[in-house]
């Protein structure tokens, strides 16, 4: 069973940090990716980033290039997003993924194509 555990929300102020972690359990690194995506009240889904578990490679939105730093530490299976640069418009939910299949990594962890956390919340004052 598939369990990923995201950790590490809160409130800051605009030009903060924060660091999300992700702990994820019996997810089989098949190739696919993972990542984060967030979902704010009213707002559609966003990809916020992802790694490829085969080479590394990662992909960042343009809304938080320069920003955010997605990076993983395997010996412990767990997933980091370093946040820096904080605004408003990053509040959301976040919510950390693993994808099922190469689809749930070009459709940014659509539902029912990748494995979700319960989320974490991050609300960015101004």
């Known amino acids: 069973q598939v369990q990923l555990v995201e950790s590490g929300g809160g409130s800051v102020q605009a030009g903060g940090s924060l660091r999300l972690s992700c702990e994820v359990s019996?997810?089989?690194?098949?190739?696919?990716?993972m990542g984060w995506f967030r979902q704010a009240p009213g707002k559609e889904r966003e990809g916020v980033a992802r790694?490829?578990?085969?080479?590394?490679?990662?992909n960042y939105a343009d809304s938080v290039k320069g920003r955010f730093t997605l990076s993983r530490d395997n010996a412990k299976n767990t997933l980091f997003l370093q946040m820096n640069s904080l605004k408003p418009e990053d509040t959301a939910m976040y919510y950390c993924?693993?994808?099922?299949?190469?689809?749930?990594?070009?459709?940014?962890?659509?539902?029912?194509?990748?494995?979700w956390g319960q989320g974490t919340q991050v609300t960015v004052s101004s």
């Open positions: 993924a693993a994808a099922k299949s190469l689809s749930g990594c070009s459709s940014w962890f659509m539902r029912g194509t990748s494995y």
């Open positions: 019996g997810y089989t690194y098949g190739g696919y990716c």
């Open positions: 790694i490829y578990t085969s080479g590394g490679s990662t």
